[in-house]
Every structure is written in C-alpha cells, then in structure tokens.
C-alpha cells in the first residue's frame, strides 16, 4: 500500500514539475516579447541621442537587433539555459553574476518575512479561532485587519523611526552576509523583514482563525468529541491539520506578493537586493537585467508554488488521488 | 436564558413514566429535556420537553421526520449540542449520574467510557488527513488509556470486528480510501472502541445503498448482542424502525408524541401522526402495477415552525380529528391506560380508529397545456422514447497518463434499450452509481452520449443539431434529486418557473404571467409563494416549483431522477400524488430514477433495473418484483428494511465495482448468491424472455433452469 502511494506521489509531483517548466517557457515569451516590444531603441539609448545613424546601424548590427525578434528570442532563451543572459547594458557586467550577487541577500530577507509571518500568525489565528467573539478574538482581528490595510513601505518607515532612530538597537540600513557574520545578517535584515512579513502575518492570522472555525464545525471533531477527546487534542491533533491546508495556499500565493514588496522595501531600507537590482533596471532600461530578473522572480514565485503544492500533497493524503488534470 | 419551556404543559407523574421494567434494567432516562438555538428569527425549540427511557440492551428507535428534534435530542442526550444551541432544561440520567451537572473532566470521560456516538454522514465524519488505525487507536486510548502501540493492535481488532477485510494493512489507509458503508464501519469501529453501554445511532444508513444499510444494520446488531449494549437508533425511516428497534418513539415538532413497544405501535398506533406516517408508507408499499395505483394517504401540510411558542396541540394543524379541546395546549406524554407499556401525547387518543387520512385529487386546470396535450395518449404502438445502445463512458485519464497507454474508461453506461410508451412511467432502479443517473442525463443530451441513440417520436435525439436540441428541449425536461441546488438562490419562484418560456418564447408576456400563477396552482402552491426565494421554502415545496419549471414548457417526458429520495416520508407522498395527478391530465411520460425500490414499485408501469451500466433485468413492474427473478433484483428487494418480518434476508456482501474496472462475464458474479460457477465468470448473459420481462441471466438458460430454488422465491 505504501509504495503504490510513493508512486502516486511521484507521478503528482512529475506532473507538478512539468507544468512549471511549461509555465516558465511561458513567462520567458511574455518577458521577453514585452521587453523588446517597449518603444525605445536600445541602440540610441547606449549611444545617446547624438548618435550618428551609421554609428547606431553598427551597433544595432553587432547586438543583433536587426534579426527577426523568434530568433533573438531563441538566441536568448539558449543562452538562459546555458547560464548566460547577456551583459547587463548599463553595468556592462554578465547579467547572471549580478542577479546571483544580490538573490541569496533577498531569499534571506523573503524568508525571514515568511518565518516571522507563520509563526506568529499560526498561534495568534489558533487563539483567536478558538476563542471567538471574545476580546482576544476581537483585538486580533482589529490588529490583523490594520495590518492588511497599511502598505508595508509604511510599516519600514515606522520601524526605521522606532526602531533605529529612537532606540537605536537596529542598523535602519545595509546588508551583512547572514553566512559570514550570522548576528550582524539578522541585525540588519530585522527591520525590513518585519516590515515586509507584516501584511502576510496578518493575512495568515485572519485566514488561520476563519479556516480553524470552519474545522471546529466539521464532522470528526465532533466524533472526537463524541469519542472523549480533549478540547485540546481536538484543535491541535485533528482540526489544524485541516485548518492549515487552506493556510498553506495563501501562503504560495502571497509570495508572490512579497516580491513586489520587495522592490519597495529594498528602496527603503537600502538593502542591496533584486528587488533593488530590477529596480534600478527599470529605471535604466537595462533592457537585458530586466528579463533576467524577472525571469529569475518569476522562476522563484513558481519554485515556492511548487513546494507548497508538494506540501499539501504531503499533508493531504486526498490530493494525489485526485487524478484528472 | 429562561428555563421554562415554551408553552403550557403539566408535569408528567414521574411513578407512571418508569412504570413496567424494574428499574435495576434502566440504563437511561431522560425527562423533560429542552434544547433550544438561539437564531436570527428567534429561538428555535428544537428539543421541547422530550421524555424517554431506555434499558440495558435494548433498541430505542426515535423516529420522525426531519425537524422534529430527533438528533437534537440524540446529541442533548451525550451534550454534544454546539452553538448556537444549548440545553436548557430537564434532566439525563445515565445510572444514577446526571449527565448535564458533570464538569468538562467528567463529560469527557463520560463519552470516552460509557458512550459511542454514529452520525448520518460517514463522508464527513472522519478525520480525513488521520489514517483510520489512529483514528480508532485515539477512541482505544482515551477509553482505556492503553500504551500508544496497544491501542493500535486493538484498533485493528477492532476493525477486523466490523468487517473491515485486511484490516491490519487498511488500518494504515485515509477515510478517501474507503467506500462509504466501509467509512460507517470504521465510525462504528470508533463507536464501540470503549465496549460502551450507550451506543447513539444518529441516522447511521441514510447515506447508505439499501444493500449496504442491510449490511450496516446487520452488524449493529450483533455488536449489540455480543456487547449487551443499548442503541437509541435515530431514524426517518419507519422500515429501519420495524427491522431493528425494540421499542419506538415517534417525535413530531421537538415533542414525543407516542412511545411503546415496536410491534404494537406500528400494528396500532394511538397517536393520529404516527397513524399518518404508517398509512403514506403503506399505501406505497401495497399498491403494485397500474391497477390499484391509487392516490397515496397523505398528511397535508408541513410541521410548524418552532419559532415561539404554541397553545395549542402542536399537530392540531394537521390532524383530521382535532377539536376544540386540541387548540388549547400541547397534551402532555401520558400511558395509555389500558396498556401501561405505551404512552401517547394526544387528548383523542381513544378515537385515533375514527380518523382517517384521505387524499382529494382537485383537478387543477392547466387550459393552455391541452392543446399540446392532445393526441398524446395514441402514438400507436410505437415508444414515445426509445434509446437503443446508450452508452457513456468516461475519460478521466489526463495527458501524461493519454501519454503513457490507453487506460480503461469509466463504463458509467454501457450500452441500454429503454422504451416508454405514452402516458406511462419506467423507473430505472439500482445502487448508487450503478449509472441510472448519468443514463438519465445522456438520453436528454444534457451530457453527450458516447454512443447510442435516443429517438422521441421519430426524431433522433442524438443527432439532433443545436436548433432542432433547442426546440426537442420542449418536449423533454427533467426534475433533479436535490431540489435546493438546482434552483437559483437569486431568483424569486416566479422568475424561475418563467424563465423556460422566457428562453423558448413561449407566448406573449402576458400569457406568461397567467401561466406563471396557473402553474404554481397546479403543483400546490399559492401565489403568496411567488415572490420567495428558494431558501424561503421547505424541501417539498423547492421540489414543486421543480415540477412547475419542468412543466413550464409544456413537455410531454419528464425525467424524474430521484424526485422523492430527500423528501420527508409525509411530503413524499404528497410529490407522488401530485405527479400522478399531472401524469393523468397532461398524458405525461415519466423516466422515474430511483434507489427506492417501494415507490417505484408503486409508482412505475414498468422497470428497469441497471447494475454497472447494464440493464440486468426489465419488463412489467409485477413480472419483475413478483416474484424477483434476477438474483440482484432479488437481492435489492430482500435489502428494503422492515417489508416483510421474520423473512431470509440476503445481504450482498461488498460495494458495486469500479465501473473503470469491470468484472469479466456477468457483471455482477462476484456479489451473486446465486452463482452458478465458472460460466457465470466467463460469459456476459445473453437476454431471456421469462413471463413477459427480460433478464440477463445465466441461471434463465434452459441447462441451469435446475439450479433455481424456486421455492425460496416463492
């Protein structure tokens, strides 16, 4: 029985997988085409406006640019696939070194946010689900619902001017290397992090209680019940589980939404990461480091949605079975 | 919170209540238990002042139609009422402990140790992210506080003990894995995992085939024996009542209205209600074939709201002997003097002989319909509809299995003749998921067919191009099984049963608003319920205005896929009437799906009756039910709960198959109890003509005649 359901397991997961390929094959047409059909000539935009036309006609020779756009696109994605995506037009450095510069600093600040966010969310989500319409019910909600409300730049700004400016026990700005110096890497991603897991905490806390009150209704906590399990047991063994599935999706979805975050925190608290990277890039019409990172941000978002499917499969024996599409 | 029950009512002698068993036998007593739930429109009195007893060993059935209380009552009882509920008076007495002064502690240990508890729903009532093992480990563990490794050797025992086959490997699997009469067995597993004294049976089979309710109730019964445990059986289902319960108590509105003995309540009852019930079900179950196909006995009306509270005898409304005297209070459960074992809550009960059920059939007047209706009754000798080799097969496959190999397909259908002839009614019976309904719904095209036809009056159906489908639309219609879902929640009655002549341009708008009110006439309904919303109406009443949308168009074949089947036994009775009714002016043609083999049997001209997408026996409803032939229709028969006592029950053992996966020769070999042997796993069945019906049966074949006992089928 056990290997049959590995096998199911494995077939779920090699279906999951070979979606997401598909999908990335998608995003990297979407990127790509959107990027190149943007007005603005790359050409003028190196040499400047004072550019002769020779000078500009060489120059669009020699990048290509006057290749039909599927073979460019082909050229692109081969070197993608082989780890090379192009010179950054501003930088003039590889566009794959500088965006493997700056990912592990936003991971680390991603995960942090989504650490903070889960495990405050989840006990806070259990105490206000259990204990409904109650003031720690109520409180919870009032917090969560502010939370949701607020951007999160907002929230940086209130923790730079709590945090830094007026305890001065955190660095308001920076970067250290968590690898390097473990203290100094969580001193200064506290602060953005807090700031960026913040909505999620309270998105997560809201869906927590409202999942967990439709569990508490559900059949078998009531055959717990009837069978003399404690209240206890009833919430932490049976109900959470269930509760948590529909947490967990949130949680893959709202991911995605932290990278967007992230591209504005990163400006507020100078964090030196792809957030920043691709922002700088938008602004420079690098034209090259924004398919690069996008692409890799988009890689990133499908990546943590495979993992939480994968998880949920785990978690929910119902979910390989399922068969069909 | 006030602890006075809702209306007047004087204290019942508590002497006589315990009277007739000595009162070391007493496990239970409750006596004037109230639970009320605080809702929106006010405060429901869902348990009101209910009082019952029951002793060791024994089954109580509670029996009444829904909303009357009864699993309110069942769950007051272990006080698993949850908010917005709360009980709020009278008294549980479990050998000497009052259940409702235990504290948290208590209450737990109580249920942990004393009490198992089975639910209606066996889907939703198990863990479904815990394996069953635990499941039924964690119910050893509170019980009996075992070590976590012999709580689990126990739990496959104990799964073993209801049936579960190759429990020690099933036990590691997730409810999703098992069938759903499986499901229940696991729950019962659960249910008696701390051997207890008190097993609530709350519904426990009506999600269940009839099939696997006979195996259901089979083995709690048993398990009472073996155990010596006492059941408080929860049901709807008076047949369930009559097969497993020791004494009965029928609620009526959160009131018990009469209790007694099983036996001499059923054979006389005292109160008119219970009276009621047993005349809708009876006059099902008598009437077979055409001929004696009257009108059902119907309680008219609906039980009132229990809103607020009531002066008068909660059933007075409805009761063809109220007087006066029933318009003052609601009587109080008293014994019946010249029977000290029974009690009846009715001031008249001593002229319950006099009252008498009847059903007047006003002919309602559907003018408009008529001219279509015309010519209806002679298509000749031709069917109005026919299918000739319907079949639909399923792909559930995706594109990497497509990729991988062609995998087997589900046969939901797998190649069915069905004729109807004009003005007449073919039921199409058999298990859940036997294919009846997915027939159904190709013959109207509303899935498309993988092959087959189906012609209506020389018209191809299945060939049918979109325009000519649209205008065929007309002609066929259909009522669907749950009424509440297949009417739109945000549309009043009158925009739904308009709709169909909005979609086909069925007269002028003014003719339409006339129709509306007419046909809400004919299906029993007033034009105060036009401006409702499906929600604001009761179950019966949502499957009326089904009819009415149905019947919009002015079809002539209407498909009723199981039009009854959620209904309440008294509300039953009144749709049936009412589609004989229609049947009989409107010379209308009836596709009856059903798994009720007693209405269909009083309702159909002839059936049919499907096992795995295959038709396994059909003809005249008498040539197949009497006698039953075909070992499934026989064994289907056998199933139906409390026809006949004291009668050989079958019990097919199993589930119906994987229709991906079917059997190899006869379809259904491996659950026949009448087996002949190797050709039965061989050969598919050809058709043989027996006494004006049709049947796929290896034992019809001249060579096997032999085998059959006829004598057991009498």
Known sequence: ?325 | MSNEPAYTRRRSDESTASAGTPPDDRLLTVSDLTTVFHTEEGIVNAVDGVDFHLDRGEILGLVGESGAGKSATARSVLRLIDDPGEIVGGRVDFEGTDVRSLSDEGLREFRASNTGMVFQDPTTTLNPTMTVGRQVAEAVQTARGLSRSAAKREAVDLLDRVGIPDAAARANDYPHEFSGGQKQRVIVAIAIASEPDLLVADEPTTALDVTIQAQILELLDDLREDLGMSILFITHDLGVVREICDRVAVMYAGSVVESGPAESLFSDPRHPYTKGLLASINSVDDGTGPADRDRLNVIEGQMPDLTGTTDACKYADRCPGATEECREAHPDLEPVPTDPGRSVACYRHEHVGEMAYEYDHESRSLSWQTDRADGRGDAGDEPVVETEGLVKHFDTSGPIERFLGDPEPVRAVDGIDIEIDAGSTVGLVGESGCGKSTAARALLRLIEPTDGSVTYRETDVTAAGSDELRSLRRDLQIVFQDPQSSLNPRRTVRQIVRRPMDLHGIGSQGDRADRVAELIDAVGLDTSHLERYPHELSGGQQQRVGIARALAVNPEVIVLDEPVSGLDVSVQAQILNLLADLQEELDLVYLLISHDLSVVEHVCDRVAVMYLGQIVEHGPTEAVFDPPYHPYTESLLSAIPGLEQNEERIVLEGNVPDPSNVPSGCRFHPRCPRKIGEVCEREDPTDHAVDGETIGCHLMREEYADEVDWGSVD
């Open chain 1, 1 to 325: 029985m056990r290997s049959a359901i590995d096998a199911q397991f494995a077939r779920y997961a090699a279906r999951r997988v070979g979606l997401l390929v598909v999908s990335l094959l998608g995003v990297s047409v979407v990127t790509f085409g959107i990027v190149n059909v943007l007005p603005g000539d790359v050409a003028l935009l190196i040499l400047g406006n004072r550019a002769s036309p020779e000078r500009l006609e060489a120059l669009r020779q020699s990048l290509g640019l006057n290749r039909p756009i599927w073979i460019r696109y082909l050229d692109w994605l081969g070197g993608v696939l082989t780890g090379d995506m192009g010179e950054s037009l501003r930088f003039g450095d590889p566009v794959a070194r500088l965006i493997v510069q700056r990912l592990p600093a936003s991971a680390f600040l991603a995960g942090a946010a989504v650490v903070i966010a889960v495990t405050v969310a989840i006990p806070l989500g259990v105490v206000a689900g259990q204990a409904r319409n109650t003031w720690k019910d109520f409180t919870t909600s009032v917090v969560a619902f502010t939370g949701i409300s607020l951007p999160d730049f907002f929230w940086g700004l209130v923790l730079i001017l709590v945090f830094a400016e007026f305890f001065s026990v955190l660095p308001p700005s920076g970067y250290v290397n968590p690898a390097v110096d473990p203290i100094g890497g969580l001193r200064h991603v506290a602060l953005p992090a807090l700031s960026l897991g913040f909505a999620l905490m309270a998105h997560l806390t809201r869906m927590t209680r409202s999942s967990l009150i439709e569990e508490l209704r559900a059949g078998y906590v009531r055959l717990a019940r009837s069978k003399g399990v404690s209240e206890r047991d009833i919430v932490y063994r049976h109900a959470l589980r269930n509760a948590f599935l529909p947490v967990l999706t949130v949680i893959g979805l709202q991911i995605g939404f932290l990278f967007s975050g992230i591209v504005i925190i990163e400006q507020v608290f100078a964090y030196p990461g792809l957030g920043r990277l691709a922002f700088q890039a938008l602004l420079n019409r690098d034209t090259t480091l924004i398919q690069g990172s996008v692409l890799t941000i988009a890689t990133v978002f499908m990546l943590s949605n495979l993992i939480v499917d994968l998880l949920y499969a785990v978690l929910d024996p119902r979910v390989q079975t399922g068969g069909g599409a």
